[in-house]
């Protein structure tokens, strides 16, 4: 089985710059999250999409990032424009769709921003 | 979601039993304790979960105290391979789709 994919791995930008991550969910799985992990903290949940609906944005810096996931796929990230406290792994994680068994969620293998 | 606490880091004997506390002295009773784990570079990997009773799975074991404020992770032969961050989360329900709230986890090292 196929697992979360994500790209690009790595990417540097100087600040003000725009950015953006694309994640595509392992197959089936309605659930998509998008997490940020600065270094030496665990991951923050940014958003979570169900399908294509967005379940939960609270923490996500709406003036800055925007999310979306058409057609209850692949998802893209974008940050615009960005600064320094925003360098951080970007991870996405999928999960199924909730009350069908366990929720577990799967996480991708992050991409790295680095803001200078 | 309640809070847990959890040593920052813990050493092991490649082959030895690697255990793995953490305190959730506010759990309700309808919140889970989930684990997870993360190795460097990696995304964050599940391991097990439980209500209220003990639970073993191919990776480790789960053990929760009776009060359920506190439980125990336990890798029972450890290799350098198991070297990472551990995750203790206490989230609601266990298929409701809620949020994970990782704290800061306890850096296992695995010496050979």
């Known amino acids: 089985e196929a697992g979360v994919a994500q790209s690009p791995r790595y990417k540097i930008i100087e600040k003000r710059q725009s950015v953006a991550f694309w994640c595509n969910p392992i197959?089936?799985?309605?659930?998509l999250y998008w997490y940020q992990q600065i270094l030496g903290q665990g991951p923050k949940l940014l958003i979570q999409f169900q399908n294509n609906g967005v379940v939960d944005d609270s923490q996500l810096p709406k003036d800055r990032f925007s999310a979306e996931r058409l057609k209850g796929v692949d998802s893209t990230l974008k940050i615009q424009p960005a600064k320094l406290e925003d360098s951080a792994v970007y991870l996405c994680?999928?999960?199924?769709?909730?009350?069908?068994?366990?929720?577990?969620?799967?996480f991708g293998p992050g991409t790295r921003l680095t803001v200078l | 979601d309640a809070k847990t606490t959890q040593p920052p880091s813990m050493d092991c004997a490649e082959g030895r039993a690697a255990n793995l506390p953490c305190n959730h002295s506010?759990?309700?009773?309808?919140?889970?304790v989930y684990w997870y784990r993360q190795i460097h570079s990696q995304g964050p990997q599940y391991i097990i979960h439980g209500l209220k009773n003990n639970e073993t799975n191919e990776m480790a074991s789960l053990i929760i105290t009776e009060d359920r404020k506190s439980s125990t992770l336990i890798l029972p032969h450890a290799t350098l391979r198991d070297t990472a961050v551990y995750y203790c989360i206490v989230r609601v329900g266990e298929t409701s789709g809620s949020r994970l709230t990782f704290g800061e986890g306890t850096q296992l090292t695995v010496n050979p």
């Open positions: 506010t759990i309700s009773g309808n919140e889970y």
């Open positions: 994680a999928s999960s199924l769709t909730p009350g069908l068994g366990t929720d577990t969620q799967y």
């Open positions: 197959s089936g799985h309605a659930t």
